[in-house]
């Protein structure tokens, strides 16, 4: 049962530009969630983490907001650099250490 | 941090043939350890979970087993592979305890001809 979604298989941005990736999960328990990035071949890692009592987290070029009415949260990435260019997974805390992992979204940055 | 170690980077096995891809942790003690897989185009899933040396909490029904003989050790294994075990296999790490994120290994690309 997918409980978190990432709907945009692929984003292209402009470099210098807002990147905006999506991120929608169905269960209004989750209360922390969690942005990986990924090169190919590589092991995901940690980007930024926002619990359910905060509607923004920010951390350099990246800031993800959290809508717990709207079950969504985004990541911005500002400005968007060629080594952003990367798949991005959402996950949210599913209970007992375990987290669930949206199918990413694959962000390609253009000079 | 953690470390994660990965190995082999890459295989290809023969259907029907056994496999064994190991994990080891550096820099924790007592870590959550986690089997993911990526499918092509897909995002990852958690196949295994443990919170202590011989503990596995399966969480697909599949081909594959995971066991935890040391406290940073986390093997992968299966008797016959199948075509569909091809993947990207990842091994994960948290500190112990829920909210702490994980951190990764490189993985390993399996593919089973």
């Known amino acids: 049962d997918q409980q978190v979604k990432q709907n945009s298989p692929s984003l292209s941005v402009q470099e210098g530009r807002i990147s905006i990736l999506n991120c929608d999960y169905t269960?209004?328990?989750?209360?922390?969630f969690l942005w990986y990035k990924k090169y190919p071949a590589e092991g995901p890692t940690f980007l930024i983490s926002?619990?359910?009592?905060?509607d923004k987290n920010e951390d350099g070029r990246f800031t993800v907001f959290l809508n717990k009415s709207a079950k969504h949260l985004s990541l911005h990435i500002v400005p968007s650099q060629p080594g952003d260019s990367a798949v991005y997974f959402c996950a949210a805390h599913v209970g007992w250490g375990k987290f669930q992992f949206g199918a990413g979204t694959q962000v390609v940055v253009t000079p | 941090s953690q470390t994660i170690h990965q190995w082999p980077a890459t295989l290809v096995q023969p259907v029907g043939s056994p496999l064994s891809l190991e994990c080891t942790v550096e820099?924790?003690?007592?870590?959550?350890l986690y089997w993911y897989r990526q499918a092509a185009g897909r995002g990852l899933q958690l196949l295994f979970y443990s919170v202590g040396i011989g503990q596995i909490s399966s969480e697909v029904p599949q081909n594959l087993s995971a066991s935890r003989p040391q406290d940073r050790q986390f093997i992968l294994s299966s008797k016959k592979l199948l075509l569909s075990d091809s993947g990207f296999y990842l091994c994960?790490?948290?500190?112990?305890?829920?909210?702490?994120?994980?951190?990764f290994g490189p993985g390993t690309r399996l593919t089973v001809l």
């Open positions: 994960a790490s948290s500190q112990g305890g829920s909210y702490n994120e994980q951190f």
């Open positions: 269960n209004s328990m989750f209360d922390y």
């Open positions: 926002i619990s359910s009592i905060k």
């Open positions: 820099g924790t003690s007592n870590p959550n």
